[in-house]
Each structure stands twice: as structure tokens, then as C-alpha cells.
């Protein structure tokens, strides 16, 4: 089966109640199972021109990257070709906005927070770099499976402050790595299997900062049937708590599994092997 046939994409993006201008960009490719957001930092207009270069670098490169082999064949390493392609983009992306910001100008000091995904063959890859997250609805249990790249995560990790104190604090949008930033910064890449029903929720922290895990995970579940009134639902009660940020939510839904034609000689020696 297609992906496009197994699976469903919405985005939304939205400047908030306080903003007036959005520094997100997100872009989604069903043909390819794609999906990048970006959530941009900079004065003026450079966050937004920093999130609109890494959604249109990574997708690119990771649409000429899938022209040339197929994101489930292996690396010398054995690992999927998509987490190094994640990765390598990624790593490019940050490079590119990294020189801009240093050549221009008026674009100094530019970044933006990284999360891209790619669904292949019963699978998902992600990559992110910063406090934009993804998170999974599977049956009853909805949770973050990207971990932020922030000083209030370290401060947990560490045991500094609770998770309930984490909520309260004023550090939340102190981010320890983003792209664009310096030359180089390291992405961090996962692999998960997928189930059909699942639903995948990557967001800027316009979302996440507006409404907690708990009522997100409700919305998703009572409106699973309908993601563009969901994304809408989602953005609507970021904004209703305040929208204090751009808000950036896409949903990919699972309808059916789509496992990788990998040819009649292939899918032999998969049986052999069993």
C-alpha cells in the first residue's frame, strides 16, 4: 500500500493572541511521509526567515535523498539510511543559517528549533534539535517521545526541580541547542515502530507552553476522527490560555500499516531468513 493511502497529514500554524508576526514554518509531503516544523528566533523578521530556510532545506534535500535509495535500506552501521539522512540535513540546515546569519547583517544572531519526521515502511524516524516536540497517541496513553534540548530538561534530568515545579518556571523557553546558532550542533535521531491508529503531534512550544499534556491528549482522543477540527481544537485552546507564542501543531494519523515494497528477490530472502 501507498503512504499516501495508509496515512493522513493536517498542518496549522498560527501567530497567537500576542505576536504579531509568526516565526513558525512547518511543510508536509504525504507522498514522501514527511513532516518539518521549525519554530524561529531572531529580532526583527530573522527568526521567521531562519524557520522558512530549515523547513525548505530539510525538506529538499530529504525529497533528493529518497530520489536516490529508500529510507528503510541499511548504512554501513546497519541503522535505517533515514536517521542519516535526518541527521546529514539536519547538519547541512544548521551550517547554511549559521553562515547567512554571519554574512547578513540583519540576520545576526538568527536560529530556530528543529523537529522533522519521516514515516517509512511500518516505521518513523525523528529528528530535533531544541524544545519543538513530538508527541504519540496510542490508545489511551499520550506521550512526549522527543526529549527537549533545554536548560529546564537538564534541570529535571537532574533532579533540581520537579516536573511539577517545571510548569512554573521562568526558564522554559531557555533552549540549550538550535540550529543556526554556531557552525555545528548535534541533532539527536529516533527510530519507533508505528501501529495503524496512532497519532503523532509535532508542535512548537506555543502549544506545548499553552496547554498541558493532559488536555492535549483528550483532544486528540475525542477528535481522532477528524484531524483538521483536531489541529484547529489544539490551536484554538493555546490561544483561549493565552497565546503567548506562535503556535505550530501538524498531526499524522495512521490508518493502515504500509510496509516497503522491497521487491519479489527481497521480500525471498526475508522469508529464507525467518
Not at 526529549?147 to 511539577?164: A, F, N, V, W, Y
Not at 503531534?201 to 482522543?221: F, H, I, N, P
Request: hydrophobic content about 40%; charged content about 20%; aromatic content about 6%.
Amino acid at each position: 500500500m501507498n503512504i499516501n493511502q495508509a496515512i493522513e497529514i493536517i498542518g496549522r500554524t498560527d501567530s497567537g493572541m500576542v505576536r504579531s508576526h509568526n516565526e513558525d514554518s512547518i511543510a508536509q509531503d504525504i507522498d514522501s511521509g514527511l513532516v518539518v516544523l521549525a519554530d524561529g528566533m531572531g529580532g526583527y523578521n530573522a527568526g521567521e526567515v531562519a524557520s522558512g530556510m530549515a523547513v525548505a532545506m530539510m525538506a529538499a534535500e530529504l525529497k533528493q535523498a529518497m530520489g536516490r535509495a529508500r529510507p528503510y535500506q541499511t548504512d554501513g552501521a546497519g541503522e535505517p539510511l533515514a536517521e542519516s539522512w535526518l541527521l546529514d540535513t539536519a547538519r547541512s540546515t544548521n551550517l547554511a543559517i549559521f553562515q547567512a546569519s554571519q554574512s547578513q547583517p540583519q540576520y545576526a544572531g538568527m536560529g530556530t528549533t528543529l523537529v522533522a519526521a519521516l514515516f517509512y515502511d511500518n516505521r518513523v524516524s525523528v529528528v530535533h534539535i531544541g524544545d519543538s516536540r513530538m508527541y504519540r497517541l496510542r490508545g489511551e496513553s499520550y506521550e512526549q517521545i522527543t526529549r527537549d534540548h533545554s536548560l529546564l530538561q537538564e534541570q529535571m534530568d537532574s533532579g533540581l526541580i520537579s516536573k511539577e515545579d517545571a510548569k512554573l518556571s521562568r526558564n522554559k523557553n531557555l533552549v540549550t541547542r538550535a540550529v543556526g546558532i554556531d557552525a555545528e550542533v548535534e541533532p539527536e535521531v529516533h527510530t519507533h515502530e508505528i501501529l495503524p491508529g496512532d497519532i503523532y503531534l509535532l508542535c512548537s512550544d506555543g502549544l506545548s507552553d499553552m496547554v498541558g499534556d493532559e488536555d492535549a491528549g483528550q483532544t486528540l482522543g475525542m477528535l481522532q476522527s477528524n484531524l483538521q477540527l483536531a489541529a484547529d481544537q489544539l490551536v484554538q485552546l493555546a490561544n483561549d490560555n493565552g497565546g503567548r507564542d506562535n503556535i505550530s501543531v501538524i498531526l499524522v494519523k495512521i490508518n493502515h500499516e504500509f510496509p516497503a515494497d522491497r521487491g519479489m528477490w527481497a521480500r525471498f530472502l526475508e522469508w529464507f531468513n525467518k
